[in-house]
C-alpha cells in the first residue's frame, strides 16, 4: 500500500520543486522500511530500551473523585525519555535518516521538545543536527535550548515574522531547500508535505495501540472518550489512531488563547478557513488575502496556525470533535493536576486536562475516558508561575 | 504560441532580460519608479511578486521586502493594479505563492490577472502534480502557467514538467532559495542541457544571478536571465529610491551589454 498523501482534500505537498525528489525519496525508503522486519525490531527495541515505552496507562483516582466521575486514565507519554511523545517520532526518523544514509538532521521547534527530541535521537545515532527555533519561543523555553546545546545539536535562532514555529518551520524548510541532497529534515508533527503526515502518525501510533490493550486490560472494554490537545496534532493522531475504527467519541483541543473572540488564540480548525501553510492544504488562521495570522496561546506547542491535514478531515468527516479550551483554563487545570495527581502536566497537556475538567459532567461514573499527557510541565515551571503569581 | 514564446523565439538578443521586485516595494508609488527603472534599463520582461508573510522559497532580501511591502497592506489587488499599469509596454510576470492564489479564488485570481494583462504567473510552491487545475485555469484564459524545474530534478520529473509548461521553464540556478550569491553553480550548463533535450520550451534561469558576468555565464545556455535580490538590495542601500533607481538603470543596461 502507498503512503497516504491526501486526507480528503486536505494534504498534499505545496512546496518548491527543489525538495519533491526528496520527498519522493524519503516517501520510497519509508514504504520499503516501514514493515521490514530489521527496522520494526530495532525500531521497537529503542522504544523499549531507550524511551522507555511501554508507557504506562494510570488511572487518575483523585482526579476521578474530584470531578465526580468519569474514570479517567492519564497515557502517561510525559515518562517517556526526554519528557514527552515528540521522541516517538524523533527516534524513528532518525532511524530512516540513519538507513537513507543522510550525514544531517534538521529541524523546527517551538516549546522545544520537538528540538530536544531531534536533538537526542541524532545524539543517539552520532549525526550532527541544527535545530530552528523563533527567537520568542528561546526565550521562553530557556531550559529546553540549554539541553539541546548539551545534546551536541546547534540552535539557530529565527528572527524573522513571527519569531514563533511557524517561521522555525519557513526557515527549516529553507535549509533543506538548499541542502536536500545530504539532509534529512525530521518534521515534529503530523505537519508538512507528504509524506510526513502520514509517517509522523505512524511513529506517534504506539500511544494508542497500547492504550487500547491496557485499557482493555484495566476496564475489560473500550474508553468512552480520548482527549489530547492539538497544536499540530502529533500525539492527538497518535493517540486516536489505533481507534478510529471503535466505537470510541473522540475530542481534539485546541488553544483559545486569550478567547476565541479575542483574536489571539491557535485555533486553526475552530476559526481558520481551508488554506496551503508548510506544504499541505489543511485549516489554517489567514486574513482574508490568504496572509498568515500569528497564533496564540499560553503554550509555546500549541502556538501554531496551522493544523495536520488529517485533522481538518477528521473534523469534516464529523469523526472526531474539535473544541477549544483558554489558556486560563489550562492553567487551573495545570494547578489542578499537579495538587491532586502529583503530576505536573505540560502546558500543552493541561489544554486536555482542563477539557475533561469541563466536560466531566457529560459522563457517567462509570464512563471512562483517557486523556493523552503528552509531556511533562518542567519546561512551564517558570512561565507558569510568573502567571499564577507565584513568582515575580 | 504565446506571447511570451513568441517573444523568446523572435528576440534578437543572446538571452531575454527578466528583473525581479516585490509589488508594493519599498511603497506602491516607489515601486512603480523602480518598475520604471526596469524599462529605462532594457527589461524584455518584468517579474513583479505578490507579498505573502511566509515566503519560504525566499532568502533575506525578498522575505524583507515582502514583509515591509505586507506592513503597510499591500493586497494581491494592489500588485494586480501595478501590472495593469505596466502590461501595455512590458510583458508582466507574476510570482505568487500558492495560498494567496487559493485564497482569492483559483479561478477568480487568473481571470484577474488575465484582465490586468498579465502573461505568466509563477507559484513557486506548486509543483506540476497540485498544479493540474491551476495550469487548465491559466490555459483556459490564455495566461501562461510558468513551471519551475530545480537541479534536483530527475530526467523523469523534467519531462513531465516539460510536458505542462508554456510560455518559459524556470530554471532554478541552485539548490536553494532566491538571494544573490558569488558563483552559479558549477553544474548549471549540465542541468539546463538536461532540460533542452526535454523540451522546446524556453529556458530562463533565475536564483542567484546577480552580477552581468553571471548573466554572460547564463546566456550561453539560456533563453532567459531573471536578478532579483541584487536589484532589491539596491533600493535597500540606496540613500532615496532616485539614487536606487540610477543604480538599477546602470547596472541593467551593463547587464543587456552582456547579452547582445
Known amino acids: 500500500m502507498t503512503i497516504q498523501s491526501r486526507f480528503g482534500p486536505y494534504g498534499g505537498r505545496y512546496v518548491p520543486e527543489t525538495v519533491i525528489p526528496a520527498l519522493d525519496e524519503l516517501a520510497a525508503a519509508y514504504e520499503r522500511l516501514k514493515d521490514d522486519s530489521g527496522f520494526r525490531a530495532e525500531l521497537n527495541s529503542l522504544l523499549k530500551d531507550f524511551v522507555g515505552r511501554p508507557t504506562p496507562l494510570y488511572f487518575a483516582g483523585r482526579l476521578t473523585a474530584k470531578l465526580g466521575g468519569p474514570r479517567i486514565y492519564l497515557k502517561r507519554e510525559d515518562l517517556c525519555h526526554t519528557g514527552a511523545h515528540k521522541i516517538n517520532n524523533t527516534v524513528g526518523q532518525l532511524l530512516l535518516a540513519a538507513e537513507m544514509g543522510k550525514k544531517r538532521i534538521i529541524a523546527e521547534t517551538g516549546a522545544g521538545q520537538h528540538g530536544v527530541a531531534t536533538a537526542t535521537a541524532a545524539a543517539l545515532f552520532g549525526i550532527p543536527c541544527a535545530i530552528y527555533m523563533g527567537i520568542k519561543d528561546i526565550a521562553r523555553q530557556e531550559l529546553n535550548v540549554v539541553r539541546m546545546k548539551l545534546l551536541g545539536a546547534e540552535v539557530v535562532p529565527v528572527s524573522s515574522g513571527s519569531q514563533t514555529l511557524k517561521d522555525a518551520m519557513n526557515d527549516a524548510i529553507r535549509d533543506w531547500v538548499g541542502n536536500v541532497e545530504h539532509t534529512y529534515y525530521v518534521i515534529g508533527s503530523v505537519a508538512g508535505p507528504a509524506p510526513y503526515p502520514a509517517l509522523v502518525r505512524d511513529f506517534q501510533s504506539v500511544i494508542g495501540r497500547e492504550a487500547r490493550q491496557q485499557v482493555l486490560e484495566s476496564e475489560g472494554r473500550l474508553p468512552d472518550e480520548l482527549v489530547a490537545c492539538v497544536g499540530g496534532g502529533s500525539n492527538a493522531m497518535g493517540l486516536f489512531a489505533a481507534f478510529l475504527d471503535d466505537q470510541v467519541s473522540m475530542t481534539g483541543v485546541e488553544a483559545a488563547g486569550e478567547g476565541l473572540d479575542s483574536g489571539k488564540h491557535g485555533a486553526s480548525i475552530e476559526r481558520g478557513q481551508r488554506g496551503v501553510l508548510h506544504g499541505s492544504m489543511s485549516y489554517i488562521l489567514q486574513d482574508a488575502y490568504g496572509q498568515i495570522i500569528e497564533a496564540h496561546s499560553i503554550s509555546a506547542g500549541l502556538d501554531y496556525p496551522g493544523v495536520g491535514p488529517e485533522h481538518s478531515w477528521l473534523h469534516d468527516e464529523g469523526r472526531v470533535r474539535y473544541d477549544s479550551v483558554t489558556d486560563a483554563e489550562a492553567l487551573a487545570a495545570f494547578t489542578l493536576l499537579s495538587e491532586t495527581e502529583g503530576i505536573i502536566p505540560a502546558l500543552e497537556s493541561a489544554h486536555a486536562i482542563a477539557w475533561i475538567v469541563k466536560h466531566a459532567g457529560d459522563y457517567g461514573k462509570d464512563g471512562v475516558v483517557i486523556v493523552n499527557l503528552s509531556g511533562r510541565g518542567d519546561k512551564d515551571v517558570h512561565q507558569a508561575a510568573r502567571a499564577l503569581g507565584i513568582m515575580e | ?260
Request: hydrophobic letters at 45%.
Open chain 2, 1 to 260: 504560441m504565446s506571447r511570451l514564446e513568441e517573444l523568446f523565439k523572435g528576440r534578437s538578443k543572446k538571452a531575454l532580460l527578466m528583473p525581479y521586485t516585490t509589488g508594493g516595494y519599498p511603497t506602491v508609488k516607489d515601486c512603480r519608479q523602480v518598475l520604471e527603472a526596469f524599462i529605462a534599463g532594457g527589461a524584455d520582461m518584468i517579474e513583479l511578486g505578490v507579498p505573502f508573510s511566509d515566503p519560504l522559497a525566499d532568502g533575506p532580501v525578498v522575505q524583507a521586502s515582502t514583509q515591509q511591502a505586507l506592513d503597510q497592506g499591500v493586497t494581491p489587488d494592489d500588485v494586480l493594479q501595478l501590472a495593469s499599469e505596466f502590461a501595455s509596454r512590458v510583458p508582466v510576470v507574476l510570482m505568487i505563492y500558492y495560498n494567496c492564489v487559493f485564497a482569492y479564488g483559483q479561478d477568480r485570481f487568473v481571470e484577474a490577472a488575465a484582465a490586468a494583462g498579465v502573461d505568466g504567473l509563477i507559484v513557486p510552491d506548486l509543483p506540476v502534480d497540485e498544479g493540474e487545475e491551476f495550469i487548465e485555469a491559466c490555459r483556459a484564459r490564455g495566461v501562461d502557467a510558468i513551471l519551475l524545474v530545480a537541479p534536483t530534478s530527475p530526467d523523469e520529473r523534467i519531462k513531465l514538467i516539460a510536458g505542462s509548461a508554456s510560455g518559459f521553464i524556470y530554471c532554478v540556478s541552485v539548490a536553494g532559495v532566491t538571494g544573490a550569491r558569488t558563483s552559479l553553480s558549477e553544474q548549471l550548463p549540465d542541468f539546463l542541457g538536461r532540460v533542452r533535450a526535454r523540451t522546446d520550451v524556453p529556458l530562463a534561469v533565475g536564483f542567484g544571478v546577480s552580477t552581468s558576468e553571471h548573466a554572460a555565464e547564463v546566456a550561453r545556455f539560456a533563453d532567459g536571465v531573471i536578478i532579483g535580490s541584487r536589484l532589491i538590495s539596491m533600493v535597500d542601500e540606496a540613500p532615496d529610491i532616485g539614487d536606487g533607481c540610477r543604480k538599477i538603470v546602470k547596472f541593467l543596461k551593463e547587464v543587456n551589454e552582456v547579452l547582445k
